[in-house]
């Protein structure tokens, strides 16, 4: 890492068109982004966005660094060769519900397993829209889409669900209409040492529009989310009155004041533990029976990370060996004159 | 009666270890044929095992089986026919007598000889009655009761015991070729460092086999084979994988680069991976992928930042493959995959040798996909192809396919250790730091773009999978434009011709009959056609390692004889290759698909056939 500064977050802002419908919640994402950039220490040169394929996946054109939209599923999977090719890199995955848990999902679960020090924005909105709206592996039962004209009946994946149930190290939630919250969530994962997945819940406002809107939606959205903070209790609501608590090994909303139940009471959000079961069950709230958690759910740094290891593992192993060169290979072993 | 023992010189043997799959075969071919190279003969194997690692023990899809092909002159095949078969139960003598030449010698275990594994062999009787035995000189040696006579106060148990009646074995077939045993203890010595009593075992059963054969003198001679004429040097052992590994290193410590290997495990290729993972005193990186297209994907990130990127896979994998190959035709990225084929399709015959992969490497991608393929032709020249499979993708910033094969894959051969000083330079084409760049601007020569990798200032640029305009390097779908990039792409690949040697030919330049091939049948097509050519046949050879593109002599050479005959492990893919690109001229066809590699015998049948017709 490079000390920078008095980059702007114009500087990372490419020459090209941005394509995405207006009104489309990428546009708010690529802001986001946009305003991390400058703050993680990073140069231009020393970033590099890897796509898959999908709406989201044109982002690498929009941003003024190395860049690579490749192909469907397999950003996780290139990106790792990236990163672990060149550790000094800062390295962004960019995929969507689809690409990341459809057709890439085995290079998603590994990626998490192997802990690459990569960070994923995963745009969850819950719908196929470069294909023109078919349901995804997102998409709630009963979803009427093209290829679901009587409802679907497959049971979504939580990305949460899955990173942290693959034992993953990082998980954050943020909404694509909280840009502030979004640049704060991704300069904390480029902090992360390991797999950092940062899930959007993003709008697509052609083929599946408001599909957050339950949560989203600005008149209630701050007593349908929660904002967890490590260190701080778990306080929400618009007017900061409600929070949760653990009761019979679960989740539950509490009211402040009522019962006698005061801030002490509740519970206080650790990220930063090994711990994973309560990150999960925080990850897998869902509205209307708890709020949706936004914030960085689980940051837990490991002692290494994959690359990291590799570099070590390759660095011992030449302290170590007498095989310095290919000449000393060509000769290692058993060998014979013939005169 | 006269107990000394003739000694009687031959040119060259044919040994074949069979037994079953656990009975240490592979070991047992590996350390003769081992010590028979630093003896100085010349060598060639050929393991031969079944897809299971254990398969039911006693039957005859179990057994495994190790060739040894040694001499005093040149060995190029691992040999058609043995001289001496060493069957140590009967499936192993099932699977392996038709491959026995009528006088030659058989080696048997007798203890193994018993009713229930001549049942469970297939045979209805004594299987020395049902095989037609004439003329060969049957050696019945109780093996295993003789290595547990040697080992009985030893203070291993029968298990350990019996494990290492292969070592008696191996010194039987040591004393009738006169091998000395000293590699073979020093690799005890070695593999058993941490137990003394192996070490103790094996070197006790092993002398005591020697002693057994040199005793009973069941072979009333012993053979001598004397060293090879062999041009001075250093030598050793190596095996198509390892070369094919080693050839990478090589050509990335030449280009200066460090190597990356995104892999899969999959037979015949697997040795690849490992080899690699163990030389990170190299600086090596290796990635065990969580599946084939993982595998790619990795490699294909690594070439972005500048490694030499190496995907290493075997038929159905390089189907997985596919797309990201055609990610990296796109975008101009060095890739280099090594596919060591196998029987197909689908899984096939794993463990055996094939070479129906040609198509998918030419044309398995979507759109007009335009690619390198090359072909390594013997164990030790896989080091060598793949240098150059990693100097043209370096340099022309485009994948190239390897293709080996299982027959070269885990084939051995003495090799002379090359001077690295005499192997051409690598200079992959990167962009000068200090000029603008345009990621899709070409050499207007070779129509090459230039490399410029991440943590380069001011040279930050996105790639991707569609279709571009070349002047800006930004997604473009004018019809025009796509149309010119078609074509600059595939002339890019027709343009490395200019890099690569020219076709030779081998044998007589007025020959009647031009022979091809390409790949790992290079050491039996030459042998066929060296035998007739003794015979006064008029013959040349034509073997292809370079196949897209061609050589640019090819069609001129195709056009010097009156008949042409393609010969190949498949159903003709490279001949009908040949008939799309020189239509002018009929082909005639030798095809096999047994998953095995030719015999010498079945090629000269088909040539002389071909001669007459």
Redesign the interface.
Same mark, same amino acid.
């Given at each position: 890492m490079q000390e920078v500064t008095q980059l702007k977050p114009e500087d990372f802002k490419?020459d090209?068109i941005v394509r995405w419908c207006p009104g489309c919640g990428d546009h708010a994402v690529l802001s986001a982004v946009l305003k991390a950039l400058p703050q993680i220490g990073y140069?231009?040169?020393?970033?590099?966005?890897?796509s898959g394929?999908g709406c989201s996946s044109r982002f690498?054109?929009y941003v003024?660094?190395?860049?690579?939209?490749?192909?469907h599923g397999?950003a996780a999977?290139?990106?790792?060769?990236?990163?672990?090719?060149?550790p000094?890199?800062s390295v962004w995955v960019i995929t969507g519900d689809g690409d990341a848990l459809a057709i890439g999902g085995?290079?998603f679960i590994?990626l998490v397993r192997r802990d690459v020090d990569l960070n994923v924005i995963l745009f969850n909105n819950r719908i196929y829209g470069l294909t023109k709206g078919q349901y995804s592996p997102t998409s709630e039962i009963g979803t009427v889409t093209k290829t679901s004209p009587f409802g679907t009946i497959e049971r979504p994946f939580k990305p949460g669900g899955i990173a942290i149930g693959a034992n993953g190290s990082f998980f954050a939630r943020t909404i694509d209409s909280m840009p502030k919250l979004s640049t704060e969530i991704f300069i904390e994962a480029s902090k992360h040492n390991g797999a950092s997945i940062v899930e959007v819940l993003q709008n697509c406002v052609i083929f599946n529009d408001r599909t957050w809107a339950d949560i989203t939606d600005r008149q209630f959205r701050d007593d349908r989310v929660i904002v967890l903070k490590h260190g701080e209790p778990m306080i929400f609501g618009k007017e900061r009155d409600k929070g949760l608590i653990l009761k019979n090994s679960q989740i539950s909303v509490v009211k402040l004041g009522e019962n006698g139940i005061t801030e002490k009471d509740l519970l206080v959000h650790d990220a930063q533990t090994e711990y994973a079961g309560l990150h999960l069950s925080l990850a897998n709230m869902e509205y209307p029976t708890h709020p949706v958690a936004l914030g960085v759910i689980r940051s837990y740094n490991l002692p290494t990370h994959y690359d990291q290891a590799?570099t070590d593992?390759?660095r011992e192993?030449?302290q170590?060996?007498k095989?310095?060169?290919?000449?000393d290979?060509?000769?290692s072993?058993?060998?014979?004159?013939?005169? | 009666m006269d107990k000394h023992t003739k000694v009687i010189e031959i040119e060259e043997v044919v040994i074949r270890f069979s037994g079953d799959s656990g009975d240490g075969m592979q070991l047992t071919g590996t350390l003769f044929s081992?010590t028979s190279?630093?003896f100085?003969n010349d060598v060639a194997t050929f393991p031969d095992y079944p897809a299971e690692i254990r398969a039911p023990q006693g039957t005859v899809g179990g057994v495994s089986g190790f060739q040894v092909h040694f001499g005093h002159s040149q060995i190029n095949t691992p040999g058609d026919y043995c001289d001496v078969l060493v069957a140590m139960n009967p499936a192993a003598l099932k699977a392996n007598f038709r491959w026995v030449k009528p006088d030659g010698i058989i080696i048997i275990d007798t203890d193994a000889f018993v009713e229930k594994n001549i049942i469970k062999a297939g045979y209805k009787e004594d299987p020395l009655k049902e095989e037609p035995l004439n003329g060969i000189n049957l050696i019945k040696a109780p093996i295993s009761s003789m290595t547990r006579e040697s080992l009985k106060d030893i203070g291993l148990d029968q298990k350990s015991i019996l494990r290492s009646k292969n070592m008696f074995a191996l010194g039987i077939v040591s004393w009738m070729f006169d091998r000395p045993l000293e590699?073979a203890i020093k690799f005890f010595n070695k593999k058993f460092a941490n137990k003394p009593l192996l070490i103790e075992a094996n070197t006790k059963v092993l002398r005591n086999g020697y002693h057994y054969a040199e005793t009973i003198k069941a072979i009333a001679f012993n053979y001598k084979v004397r060293p090879a004429e062999?041009?001075?040097?250093?030598?050793?052992?190596i095996n198509g994988n390892t070369a094919t590994a080693?050839g990478l290193?090589?050509a990335a410590?030449k280009a200066g680069l460090?190597l990356?290997l995104?892999s899969y495990p999959i037979t015949p290729a697997t040795s690849i991976l490992e080899e690699l993972a163990a030389?990170?005193? !190299?600086?090596?990186?290796t990635?065990q992928?969580?599946?084939e297209?993982?595998g790619i994907?990795?490699?294909?990130?690594?070439?972005?930042?500048?490694?030499l990127?190496v995907t290493s896979t075997s038929g159905p994998g390089l189907a997985l493959k596919s797309?990201?190959l055609?990610?990296a035709v796109m975008?101009e990225l060095p890739l280099v995959v090594i596919n060591v084929q196998r029987g197909g399709p689908s899984t096939g015959l794993p463990t055996k040798t094939e070479q129906a992969d040609l198509m998918q490497a030419l044309y398995g991608r979507n759109g007009e996909s335009p690619l390198v393929v090359m072909a390594a032709s013997t164990p030790s020249n896989c080091f060598d192809y793949a240098y150059m499979a990693a100097k043209i993708a370096l340099e022309h910033m485009t994948p190239v396919i390897l293709m080996t094969e299982g027959f070269l894959a885990n084939g051995s051969e003495p090799w002379?250790?090359?001077d690295?000083d005499t192997y051409p330079e690598i200079k992959p084409p990167f962009a000068p730091k200090d000029q603008p760049y345009s990621p899709y601007e070409k050499d207007p020569d070779t129509l090459v773009r230039k490399w410029a990798v991440?943590?380069?200032?001011?040279?930050?640029?996105?790639?991707?999978? !569609?279709e571009k305009d070349p002047a800006t390097g930004?997604?473009s779908y004018t019809p025009e434009i796509h149309e010119f990039m078609v074509k600059a792409r595939e002339e890019k690949i027709n343009r490395v011709a200019k890099d690569i040697p020219p076709l030779a030919i081998e044998g007589d330049e007025d020959a009647d009959l031009l022979i091809i091939g390409w790949g790992a049948t290079y050491g039996h097509l030459l042998t066929a056609i060296d035998s007739l050519r003794k015979e006064g046949l008029k013959l040349a050879l034509a073997h292809f390692n370079y196949i897209r593109p061609l050589p640019e002599n090819s069609g001129e050479i195709l056009g010097r004889f009156k008949k042409r005959l393609v010969c190949e492990n498949n159903l003709g893919q490279f001949a009908n290759y040949l008939r799309m690109n020189f239509p002018e001229y009929p082909y005639h066809q030798f095809n096999k698909i047994l998953g095995l590699p030719f015999t010498v015998e079945d090629l000269k049948d088909a040539i002389r056939k071909n001669l007459e017709v």
């Open positions: 490419s090209q140069k231009h040169e020393d970033v590099v966005f890897i394929i690498p054109y003024n660094t190395y860049g690579i939209h490749s192909i397999r999977a290139i990106a790792s060769g990236v990163k672990v090719a060149n000094n890199l085995n290079h590994h590799l593992q390759v192993v030449q170590k060996s095989i310095k060169n290919m000449k290979l060509l000769h072993g058993a060998t014979w004159e013939v005169k | 081992d190279a630093l100085g590699h062999i041009t001075k040097g250093t030598y050793r052992i080693w290193l090589a410590e460090k990356f995104g030389r990170k005193d !190299l600086g090596v990186k990635f992928a969580e599946d297209i993982a994907c990795t490699s294909f990130g690594a070439s972005f930042t500048g490694h990127a797309e990201t055609g990610l975008t002379k250790i090359p690295l991440p943590g380069t200032p001011d040279h930050e640029h996105r790639l991707g999978g !569609l930004g997604v």
